[in-house]
């Protein structure tokens, strides 16, 4: 018999099925189905407001789905992925009913990629396509950019862990405050990056004028693939338009490509937000893949 069952946290021997399930499935797909977050919500132990489901068939894992209901506004999101060797039985259908059911019909579904078959499951839960999230990359090979040149006063420096932490989190609250996702980081998330293998304060910069953080950007490796990352880029909103978006966005392409010697660049950045993806394409950043978040009309 096929169930679902839902957890407030999945450790030990559970956690590393959750995980093998997840690292098969994105063999397959070409990438994971569940976020980052996602991941670190997984292994990071109970949470209040995340709940974690899991398709069985007795012993058997056949799928996993996360449900974060951390957001005070907005309905609760949501990934959910089946084993590669399972699909094709309903069991995506059977685990975005129990999502649908334990957000009391307010959902947010990620579809990481857009491929065919979330999408079509996405219309048979009810869900309509509410958000574009598109992955940029671009060359590093070749980079040739202007000296950045920040406003005058404003130096550029990196993240000290043990100092900078408070102050960086109230000003990424403020930069994202339109963001419901990045701006709501806490501190245990902050950490949660930090303890991450791949997590290097020199390629995290910080722009700051009288001690005061008015911009910054947090660059990430990922290793395996060959890839860096303009993870996060935040400018103050009392610092727009003295040309801080630009010249970090500089300086953490060159790290990536001097100091780390890797040949492309991707980011993640909201189709609708225009300026920032024209920024991006005057720097020679190009679409890559999108994902598409899908929601109830309630």
């Keep these: 018999m096929t169930e679902v069952e839902v957890l407030d946290e999945v450790s030990g021997d559970e956690l590393a099925l959750v ?37 069985r068939r007795g012993g058997e894992l056949l799928g996993y789905a996360q449900l974060d209901g951390t957001d005070p506004v907005e309905p609760p999101s949501s990934e959910l992925v089946v084993h590669p060797d399972h699909r094709g039985h309903r069991h995506g259908m059977l685990l975005g009913q129990a999502l649908l059911t334990e957000s009391g019909q307010r959902l947010r579904l990620w579809a990481h990629g857009a491929h065919p078959p979330a999408r079509r499951l996405a219309r048979r839960l009810g869900l309509a396509e509410f958000r574009e999230l598109r992955q940029l990359r671009r060359p590093l090979t070749d980079l040739v950019l202007p000296d950045p040149t920040p406003a005058p006063g404003i130096t550029v420096r990196a993240f000290v862990p043990g100092r900078d932490e408070a102050a960086w989190l109230r000003l990424n609250a403020a930069a994202f405050a339109h963001h419901p996702e990045q701006g709501s980081l806490t501190r245990r998330d902050l950490e949660a990056r930090m303890a991450e293998p ?41 610092a727009q338009g003295l ?11 060159r790290h990536l490509a001097d100091d780390r010697g890797l040949a492309t ?12 993806v024209r920024v991006y394409e005057s720097l020679g ?13 309630t």
């Excluded at 660059?219 to 009392?238: C, S």
């Excluded at 991707?266 to 225009?274: E, P, R």
Aim: charged share 25%; hydrophobic share 45%; no cysteine.
């Design 265 to 276: 660049a991707m980011l993640y950045v909201d189709a609708d937000n225009t300026a920032a």
């Design 285 to 297: 950043f190009t679409t890559y893949e999108t994902d598409v978040m899908y929601r109830t009309e």
């Design 198 to 238: 791949w997590f290097d304060p020199a390629g995290f910069f910080l722009a700051e004028r009288d001690g005061e953080l008015l911009g910054f950007h947090w660059t990430k490796v990922h290793a395996a693939e060959g890839l860096g990352e303009v993870y996060v880029l935040g400018v103050a909103p009392d």
């Design 19 to 55: 995980e093998g399930l997840i690292e098969a499935a994105a063999r397959v797909d070409g990438q994971p189905a569940v976020s980052e977050q996602g991941r670190l919500l997984l292994r990071g132990g109970s949470r209040e407001g995340v709940r974690h489901l899991l398709l």
């Design 243 to 253: 040309g801080l978006g630009r010249a970090l966005t500089t300086i953490g392409l």
